[in-house]
């Protein structure tokens, strides 16, 4: 699919070929805080990025778990954040172009994952939040590494176990929820 990106200031119109082949459309777009870059949720699945100047598509496509309904940028752009129909999220290394956690994580009640609907995003400083037609809530989650695992510590009220450090090759390591 062609579409045509208007400058509301004046001036000629880009076209950007946003499926490459024709056949697919957008679902969801955001733009990165510095507006040079361009990410699209794709009706078939992936998260293509563009260069905004050029219109021309950057680098490999995001390969999400689910059709991504909603997607926002980090507040530095090197990130972003997608969330997909079943309310699992993922939060991209826009560098390497991978997932920074290799499981599904998910935002919405885990019994509502399979009737969740559209869920949409929003992202702040260090949080995103998520809301969808299937639980009538709107949830906060942490966007930093060391918040997840306060939160691993809070919740499980143990440390790791030593398979558990093997698994995310942490063998040997401190004790990560103290004593």
């Given at each position: 699919?062609?579409?045509?990106l208007?400058?509301?200031a004046?001036?000629?119109?880009l ?7 024709g056949t697919?459309?957008a ?6 805080p510095?507006g ?10 992936p ?16 390969r ?5 309904t ?5 507040a ?6 997608t969330?997909?129909e079943s309310?699992?999220?993922?939060i991209w290394d ?11 994580l998910?935002?919405v009640?885990?019994a509502l994952k ?9 992202v ?5 939040y ?6 009538g809530q709107?949830a ?19 440390d ?5 450090k093997?698994?995310f090759?942490?063998a ?7 004593s």
């Amino acid at each position: 699919m062609r579409s045509r990106l208007q400058p509301v200031a004046g001036g000629a119109p880009l076209t950007i070929d946003i499926s490459g082949d024709g056949t697919d459309s957008a679902r969801s777009l955001a733009v990165s805080p510095d507006g040079k870059t361009m990410a699209v949720g794709l009706y078939s699945g992936p998260v293509r990025l563009f260069d905004l100047a050029t219109g021309t598509k950057v680098g490999d496509d995001l390969r999400v778990a689910a059709r991504t309904t909603d997607l926002e940028f980090r507040a530095d752009g090197r990130q972003l954040v997608t969330v997909g129909e079943s309310g699992a999220f993922a939060i991209w290394d826009l560098a390497s172009r991978r997932a920074l956690s290799e499981r599904t994580l998910f935002a919405v009640d885990r019994a509502l994952k399979d009737t969740v609907t559209d869920p949409s995003l929003a992202v702040g400083q260090d949080r995103a939040y998520t809301t969808s037609y299937a639980d009538g809530q709107v949830a906060s989650w942490p966007l930093t590494p060391d918040e997840w695992i306060a939160m691993g510590c809070e919740v499980f009220a143990r440390d790791l176990t030593d398979e558990e450090k093997d698994r995310f090759g942490l063998a040997g390591a401190a004790p990560i929820c103290g004593s």
